[in-house]
């Protein structure tokens, strides 16, 4: 899920005083999905009409994106809205 710029420097400049650490939680918007579902609000937002084919992903790693296993399901999440970074744009 997309994650703007400014939420992003506000946590690196919150872990950034802290003690060293090898892994933090992730940091995710605060909706999830469907790649498809990004494009096509992209495309709504910028006028633009194209046609759009699914193209899954073969092997290990695209069965772990269809099983929703790269999602951010326990870490912290944003504020700002897909819908909020496309009217803004």
Known sequence: MPQVTQGVAVRLAELAPGRPACRVTDLAGPA?????DL??????AEGKRRLTVPMPLPGKAGKAYRGGLTLSLDGDRGARTWEE?????
């Open 32 to 36: 999830d999905f469907d790649l498809r």
């Open 39 to 44: 494009v096509r609000g992209y495309l709504i």
């Open 85 to 89: 970074f496309l009217a803004a744009r």
